[in-house]
């Protein structure tokens, strides 16, 4: 990435946590020849940031920040994004990009539409990467490898802008890159990663007891990982979309009333065909 | 082990896959002095587990398996392991323990409850380890260590064979060796293994498109990554107890549904909440 492709002498970071993090130390690991800022509240943590190398400069003025990038990415929590990025792109020059990295689309990108200076493209993104872990202490410069980026643009976000956006994800290691509205993005992540959450906080409180614990296999771990993500970053990212989750828990809901069935009335064909039928489906993304 | 602190000069494993293939190899290269046997339908697979090294011995004869033998362990398929237990205890010598590998044990321990030859003991064991990949090719003598295996004597089982079937899973690796009724057993396992599984197939059913299948990241992978098993075997296991299985999916029903409640109503404070004990739950097991 010697002379990067996506053109771009000073990117912003704003919010330095995993995902925000990990982009910083994929630029770094990838030979990314510009000045990366690290935007945050905190100037003890930037501080501690820098010297762990993962930015070369920090501030806490969000508007300084953005003056002279340009490509800002926000990584802040989904309730706080649009805030940022109308602050931000107030600062910015013209030609500059800003995206987010937000797990909703819809709410973000729909009250910006329109609300920013001229010659200042917002296009949302959703790298779809990250762990229940949290904090740059876990950046990982391949936490991107291998994955899918999501973006959101408008119908008449410039051309060269989403090229540039595309070029910037599939610089850090995204292996695919797919261009959707936010409100397709929101009704199919509601399936794929909100309602797993949800499910697997639910299962998490169904098992409380020591005696439990002690009989909780892996089968148990793996179902309920990511009932150990931060709290507040989850029911921000689930209120942003209760309606597409709302939608989604009401599909499980159906499904797992299949299976109950089935089992209650002691139909093992029909069992078997479903349970089948799940195999398939999760073989497919292995 | 050289001289083995459960005393048998030859082990029987009933049906060869990854569980009863993973006991073996923990056998083997834990130093167990005596004589494997593996008890199987297929001559042929037989003879590839003996080549792969798992086996000294095999027979497609389940009484002429027992008949030498002082340690007999089914891991056959729940819907299989009382028939085959009744006909190998038949065969049997005094002195002889059988026991062995399934997921639920009521179903299994109480059918065989009195039916045994004098002399001849059956003890139902757990052990709560296991994987999706199922087949002896993916045996792992590792698979047992640090885990918790379950016994279920009955009142009147002799206490020589519980110490000796307790000393048999610790030396395989297990960190703790739990005893308590079937039907305790069936209810706490129905919440930590069953309704997982229904869940994660559940979740599995509900998500089925190609874009789906590409927007599915690491959350959506570990969550259903049990679906994956083998569906036979699994239809068997729900369908053997299906009654702790149902009041296990009232249980997580409810907690989906306050969780659900949250979400709609947009109670931050609520969801959050709920989302702080999910994480704190799982957290302990981890």
């Known amino acids: 990435m010697p002379s990067d492709p996506f053109n771009a002498r000073q990117i912003a970071i704003a919010g330095v946590g995993l995902i925000g993090g990990s982009i910083a130390a994929a630029l770094k690991q990838r030979g990314y020849p510009g000045i990366i800022v690290g935007v945050g509240r905190s100037e003890a943590k930037l501080r501690d940031i820098q010297a762990a190398g993962l ?21 802040t929590p989904v309730d706080h994004i649009v805030e940022g990025i109308l602050a931000a792109a107030r600062a910015s020059r013209p030609g500059t990009l800003i995206t987010d990295a937000g797990s909703v689309k819809g709410p973000i990108c729909e009250p910006l539409r329109g609300q920013l200076p001229e010659g200042v493209a917002f296009i949302g993104s959703h790298p779809l990467a990250g762990s229940e872990k949290q904090g740059y202490e876990h950046a990982d410069a ?6 899918t980026c999501v973006l959101t643009p408008d119908a008449d976000a410039p051309h060269e802008q989403i ?8 610089s850090l290691g995204f292996a695919a890159v797919l261009e959707m509205s936010p409100e397709h993005h929101d009704n199919v992540i509601a399936r794929t990663s909100h309602l797993p959450h949800a499910v697997a906080a639910a299962l998490a409180l169904a098992v409380s007891g020591p005696e439990e614990r002690q009989m909780a296999a892996t089968g148990f771990r793996d179902t309920t990982r990511i009932a ?8 921000a990212i689930l209120l942003e979309n209760a309606g597409p989750i709302g939608a989604a828990l009401d599909n499980f809901a159906g499904r797992l009333e299949e299976l109950r069935g089935a089992i209650a009335q002691h139909d093992a064909a029909r069992l078997k065909n479903l349970l089948q039928l799940a195999k398939t489906n999760r073989d497919r993304i292995a």
């Open 142 to 147: 391949d936490l991107f490898v291998g994955r």
């Open 55 to 75: 930015i070369d400069e920090f501030t806490t003025d969000a508007a300084a920040g953005a003056k002279l990038s340009d490509l800002i990415i926000f990584c």
């Open 228 to 235: 150990s993500g931060d709290p507040d970053l989850w029911a």
């Open 163 to 170: 090229a540039r956006l595309r070029a910037f994800w599939e």
